[in-house]
C-alpha cells in the first residue's frame, strides 16, 4: 500500500497556489487545457484553433505533440491536464481507424469523470466565412435543438460536457447588446451532432424590442459519437453536490404580493395582559377616592367573612 505524498509550499507564492487549487465554496469558470496527438490532420488542429478562439482567456495550449492514447490509458493525461490546473481538456488526433478524432473531457477530484470521442465528419473553419467575427471573452448562449438530448444517458452527458466546455463566469443580469454569441447543437436521429456558430445582429424593428437576425461566422463542424467512457450514477451525483452553505433555504412566514412588496407574519405567544405593570407613569396612579374606595371595599369583605364564620 502507498501513500499519498502531501504536497507541502515551500514560498508564499507556491502556498497561494495550493490554496487556489483546494475546494472552493463558489468555483468559477473551468480551464480548458487543447492538446495534439502524436498525429493529427490539418481539419483537427484548425478546429482546436477556432474552439480556442471562443475559448480564451480560460484555456491553455501545449505546442508539442504527445503519444496519448485516451481510451486504452488516460494516466498521462490527467497528468498534463491537472499540472496545467485545467478541469476540461479537448484532445485531437487521427489514425486509419479513426481519422479526425476529437475528443472531451474532464477530471473531478483529479480523476477522469467524462470523456467522449467525436469524429469530424464535415468542416468548415472561421476562414471560410468571410464576414465579421466576435471579440474574445464573449460568453455564448448556448442551444440545443432535438430531443433526443434527453433521451439517453450519453447524450445528456455530452449535452452537459458542452455547457461545461462553454460556460464562463456565471453573472446575475445582463443586457440585450451583450448578447452577441450563439452556439447551436443539433442531434439528428441516426445521431449527427451539428455545430453550428452564429453572431446576433439587432435591427431597428420600430418597437422598443429590436429586431434580431443571425448570421453563421463559422466553424461549421459535424460530428458522429465514436467512443465514450461516462463516470457511475453515483460518482456523476457526487461530483454535482453543492455544498450546505450554498443551499438556499425557504424562509418562513414571508411572502411577497404582485408590486414586489414583502410581508411577514410574526407568530406571539399568549401574553398575559392582567400582569402588565402600567402604574409607573403619574397619569395612570390611583387618586385618592380611589384608594379609598379600595379599602372600604376590602373591609366589608373581612366583615361579611366574619359574620358567615
Known amino acids: 500500500m502507498s501513500l499519498m505524498r502531501i504536497k507541502r509550499p515551500l514560498t508564499h507564492k507556491g502556498k497561494k497556489i495550493l490554496q487556489a487549487r483546494e475546494a472552493q465554496l463558489k468555483e468559477g469558470a473551468k480551464n480548458t487545457l487543447f492538446i495534439e496527438g ?11 484553433k477556432d474552439l480556442y478562439h471562443f475559448k480564451k482567456p480560460l484555456c491553455k495550449v501545449l505546442s508539442r505533440s504527445n503519444d ?3 481510451f486504452e490509458d488516460s494516466s498521462s493525461l490527467q497528468f498534463l491536464v491537472d499540472k496545467n490546473d485545467c478541469g476540461l481538456f479537448m ?3 487521427t489514425s486509419k481507424k479513426r481519422p479526425n478524432n476529437l475528443v472531451l473531457g474532464r477530471l473531478f477530484e483529479h480523476e477522469l469523470l467524462d470523456m467522449v470521442e467525436l469524429g469530424i465528419n464535415e468542416y468548415k473553419s472561421l476562414n471560410d466565412f468571410k464576414n465579421e467575427k466576435i471579440g474574445t471573452s464573449v460568453k455564448p448562449c448556448l442551444v440545443f435543438n432535438g430531443p433526443k438530448w ?32 450563439v452556439l447551436s447543437f443539433t442531434v439528428t436521429d441516426d445521431n449527427i451532432i451539428y455545430l453550428r456558430s452564429y453572431k446576433i445582429l439587432l435591427k431597428k424593428s420600430g418597437l422598443k424590442t429590436p429586431r434580431i437576425e443571425l448570421t453563421e461566422i463559422g466553424p461549421s463542424i459535424d460530428f458522429s459519437i465514436r467512443r465514450t467512457k461516462i463516470a457511475s450514477e453515483d460518482l456523476y451525483k457526487l461530483a454535482r453536490k453543492q455544498p450546505k452553505q450554498l443551499k438556499v433555504t425557504k424562509k418562513k412566514n414571508i411572502s411577497r404580493d404582485e408590486l414586489g412588496n ?3 407574519r410574526v407568530h406571539v405567544g399568549k401574553q398575559q395582559i392582567q400582569k402588565i405593570q402600567t402604574r409607573k407613569v403619574r397619569a395612570l396612579r390611583k ?11 376590602k373591609k366589608a369583605a373581612l366583615k361579611l367573612a366574619k359574620q358567615n364564620e
Do not use: M, W, Y
Open 68 to 70: 496519448i492514447t485516451p
Open 287 to 297: 387618586t385618592a377616592d380611589e384608594k379609598r374606595s379600595k379599602r372600604q371595599e
Open 38 to 48: 502524436r498525429k493529427c490532420s490539418g481539419d483537427v488542429k484548425q478546429a482546436l
Open 262 to 264: 414583502t410581508h411577514g
Open 91 to 93: 484532445f485531437g488526433s
Open 150 to 181: 434527453n433521451q439517453t444517458e450519453e447524450l445528456r452527458r455530452l449535452k452537459s460536457l458542452f455547457i461545461d466546455a462553454f460556460h464562463r463566469d456565471t453573472v446575475k443580469a445582463i443586457r440585450l447588446q451583450g448578447v452577441e454569441h
